[in-house]
């Protein structure tokens, strides 16, 4: 009696731990699927925007912004001193606007609506803004500038952009 109750017990622990591996299994599956889609998309983004930089103008949806803050750690590996400077541009105008929009809230006192929390990126924005490469910069301040804002998402990245959570178009909430 008591080793069919054993056998039992041991039986339904090995099913059970059978499903949870399935399980843990099929939610990396999923994350790593949901990780390949939005990379080859962007990527795909990316270079379309390079062969016509101004495509971001006339169709601001081109893939990127739909991404959201997933996009940015490519956005800013895009960025490079031999670009075309209008491409370096956009690119940039988009990471601003990012930056931006994931620290701006509004709130409604009064029927009146309030912007609030936009000064927690502003400096990092006003850093980008900097970094604009224009077409009187020589080589080498290019390459400094392209550099500065790699440097930036080394050290501020984190703060716009968790890599592991790209469910959420928003993520640096």
């Known amino acids: ?33 949901t990780f390949l889609y939005w990379h080859f998309r962007i990527t795909k983004s990316l ?13 601001p949806s081109c893939g990127l912004k739909d991404a959201g803050c997933r ?23 988009l990471i601003r606007g990012w930056i ?6 509004y709130r409604i006192t009064n029927h009146i609506v309030e912007q609030v929390g936009e000064n927690a990126a502003k400096a ?5 803004l900097k970094c604009e490469i224009r077409e ?8 400094l500038k392209c550099r500065r804002v790699h440097q930036w998402w080394n050290e501020r990245g984190r703060t716009f952009h ?4 790209l469910w959420s178009s928003r993520c640096g909430e």
């Open 1 to 33: 009696m008591v080793a069919h109750l054993v056998v039992a017990v041991q039986t339904l622990t090995k099913t059970l731990l059978k499903i949870a591996a399935g399980l843990l299994v099929l939610g990396v599956l999923c994350w790593i699927g």
């Open 47 to 59: 270079r379309s925007l390079q062969a016509s930089p101004r495509i971001l103008r006339q169709d």
């Open 71 to 93: 996009a940015l750690p490519y956005c800013v590996g895009a960025i490079d001193p031999s670009n075309d400077l209008t491409f370096n541009s956009e690119i940039l105008a």
């Open 100 to 105: 931006r929009s994931l620290h701006v809230e």
């Open 124 to 128: 990092d924005a006003d850093l980008l």
């Open 136 to 143: 009187q910069d020589t080589e080498e301040t290019r390459a």
């Open 162 to 165: 968790r890599w592991w959570r």
